[in-house]
């Protein structure tokens, strides 16, 4: 059974940072797509970033490049998030997600639906 569990999530001021983890178990993390997605208040969720642990390829949605940055530790089963430069636009709930395909195209970041989710952590950006 594939379980996902998501932690490290709280309340960080702006341009503070943090770092969410996924820890995975039921299928084998090095061979998979997994990554991040949240939904502000009020708006659709949206997907964030993506790794793909077969090569290591890693990709972005255009407003947290240069700020967030995601790894794989297939010996702990786990994913991480670490986020810099944090901004109140950020504040989400973020969900860790598996078994999806993922991708840059002409700049931008594309997904398809995954078939795994986690239950999410909360990220709040305030002063």
């Known amino acids: 059974q594939v379980r996902l569990v998501e932690s490290g999530g709280g309340l960080v001021q702006p341009e503070g940072s943090l770092r969410v983890s996924c820890t995975t178990s039921g299928f084998t993390l090095d061979y998979s797509v997994i990554g991040w997605f949240r939904r502000a208040p009020g708006k659709e969720r949206e997907g964030v970033s993506c790794?793909?642990?077969?090569?290591?390829?890693?990709y972005y949605t255009d407003s947290v490049k240069g700020r967030f940055t995601i790894s794989g530790d297939t010996a702990k089963n786990t994913v991480y998030l670490q986020m810099n430069s944090l901004k109140p636009e950020d504040t989400a709930l973020y969900y860790c997600?598996?078994?999806?395909?993922?991708?840059?195209?002409?700049?931008?970041?594309?997904?398809?639906?995954?078939?795994?989710w986690g239950q999410g952590t909360q990220v709040t950006v305030s002063s």
């Open positions: 997600a598996a078994d999806f395909s993922c991708r840059n195209y002409g700049g931008h970041y594309y997904y398809t639906s995954p078939a795994y």
């Open positions: 790794i793909n642990m077969n090569d290591g390829s890693t």
